[in-house]
């Protein structure tokens, strides 16, 4: 059982040679899995089909979807529509925009 899976979607259709850690979900997996059991799932290195069997095969509490605003929305929506009808649970989303950040300091 995972109490929390993050799932990192991917950025772009092309592929790339080297793929570096998803550093929002790797920082905050890494301050949660004190008293969580985390997993993240990196869907540039696993394809969606699969993410979706391991989701399926273990018991989740949560989901979050890591995102930025472009194609990675687009892939974060697809996943989480496929996630819909696959398993009844919360997902949580994470976008960060310059409308949320506070630039006047």
């Known amino acids: 059982m995972y109490d ?7 950025i772009m259709k092309i592929e790339f040679k080297q793929i570096n850690l998803p550093y929002p979900l790797f920082m905050m ?21 699969e993410i979706l069997r391991f989701i399926e095969k273990n018991k989740v509490r949560f989901i979050g979807i890591s995102t930025m605003i472009g194609f990675q929305l687009i892939n974060a929506a697809n996943i989480s529509k496929k996630l819909k009808r696959l398993v009844r649970i919360s997902k949580l989303y994470g ?10 300091k």
């Open 4 to 10: 929390l899976i993050l799932i990192y979607p991917k």
């Open 29 to 49: 997996g890494s301050y949660l899995s004190k008293k969580y059991k985390i997993k993240i799932l990196d869907e540039r290195i696993t394809p969606l089909p």
């Open 95 to 104: 976008v960060v925009s310059l409308y949320q950040l506070d630039l006047s």
